[in-house]
């Protein structure tokens, strides 16, 4: 079982990597880029034998307790059986 | 429009930070987690009047010029008008 989980900056906090980025693809040319976000992509396998259910909560669980800050951060994730 | 690219290392290449994340869920008490792999999630706010298959074409080529290192990494990304 595969949980992805996509971490991103809340729209308020200020995201040096992703300004940055963004000049980088200007002076590349990429002038049709109004902003950038960069996060984090994390896969978890899991253990097929965890009910979907109970992996869900042990996804929410990680991410609040060590994935993400949650002061700056919002995240999302999908879980493929 | 927004262009979301998941990027990732490849298979064969190690993942410190991930091997790092796997053994802080271990110490937490998350046992089922077998595997974890720790990308970067790019968000990009596009000028609305490119063409989606414009779009796609400079994604493309903004992943192999900067936002990726094809060596190491992999990348996919989804755009949404």
């Excluded at 960069?38 to 978890?44: E, F, R």
């Excluded at 990680?62 to 951060?73: A, D, G, P, Q």
């Amino acid at each position: 079982m595969t949980a992805r989980i996509y971490v991103k900056l809340k729209p308020e906090v200020l995201d040096p990597q992703g300004k940055a980025v963004s000049g980088g693809l200007r002076n590349l040319g990429f002038g049709g880029v109004k902003d950038v976000r960069v996060g984090k992509y994390i896969v978890l396998d899991m253990d097929d034998a965890i009910p979907v259910t109970e992996a869900e909560k042990q996804v929410k669980d990680m991410c609040e307790e060590l994935l993400v800050n949650t002061v700056i951060e919002e995240y999302e994730f999908k879980i493929d059986h």
